[in-house]
């Protein structure tokens, strides 16, 4: 899959590694400096992915990533950021990001991460035709890439979309933090299970009635989470 990447990174010798080494993967890629430039590179046409650094000098990368998520949730989003914090990290999560690398990074890592997001991307197209998973209150269509509760929408990104339909598969099924790490995110590593939990938090948020009290992914203190159907709720 040939995928079309924007990066907007200011500091020019990272964004030159970074577009070097996406282009060597046989992307297309396109840099932007600032967010004003990277709005305007948005408006001007679809993108796959977004490479997206935190610290800009015209504003924070956490306001465009917030816009992109209101009005195109399929567009792949990479977070970069020298925020070594676990606060800042999970803060971009939840404003919408699909997975975050902290500078400096590997750039064997930082292809590896693409591919992951490019493919689960990519899956949205897969599936055969009119192929829909029920769950109550879930309806989910693999083919249209589509979810909704109780016959309503939801806007999914396409991790959340995946996150979902696999616990989906499995109601009633426990999994851990690690194990949703390597069956969703194909990656295995402890330092990133803040990214299963901001990703959790934002599936509740859009399909429980009641986020803080959640009855269709419940939490298994100490175990992990699991989907349960909403008969058995």
């Known amino acids: 899959m040939v995928a079309d990447i924007l990066v907007v990174e200011d500091q020019a010798d990272i964004a030159r590694l970074v577009r ?9 890629v396109q ?44 567009i792949a989003v990479l977070m970069l950021t020298a925020r070594g914090t676990e606060y ?9 990001a699909d997975d975050y690398l ?12 693409v591919r992951a997001l490019l493919r689960r991307a990519g899956l949205a197209g897969a599936a055969a035709a009119g192929e829909v998973l ?6 989910i269509d693999l083919s249209r890439h ?11 990104t396409a ?32 330092g990133y299970e803040h990214t299963v939990n901001s990703h959790i938090n934002r599936l509740r948020a ?9 009855a269709l992914i419940r939490t298994v203190w100490g175990v992990g989470y699991k989907l349960c159907p909403e008969a058995a709720a």
């Open 20 to 28: 070097m080494h996406l282009e060597m993967l046989g992307h297309r």
């Open 31 to 74: 840099c932007c400096d600032t967010l004003a430039y990277a709005r305007q590179a948005l408006s001007a046409r679809r993108w796959d992915l977004l490479v997206l650094d935190l610290g800009l000098p015209d504003g924070d990368g956490l306001a465009l990533c917030a816009e992109l998520r209101a009005r195109d949730p399929g």
């Open 88 to 96: 800042d990290r999970v803060r971009g999560l939840e404003t919408g």
């Open 102 to 113: 902290s500078k400096p990074f590997s750039v064997l890592e930082l292809q590896a991460r």
């Open 134 to 139: 029920e769950v109550a209150p879930l309806r």
């Open 146 to 156: 589509e979810a909704s509760v109780r016959g309503v929408a939801v806007a999914l």
């Open 159 to 190: 991790t959340e979309f995946d996150l979902l339909l696999f616990l989906a598969r499995n109601p009633g099924v426990v999994y851990s933090r690690q194990q949703l790490l390597s069956e969703v995110w194909s990656y295995n590593h402890e």
């Open 206 to 214: 859009k399909i429980e009635r009641d986020p803080a009290q959640p």
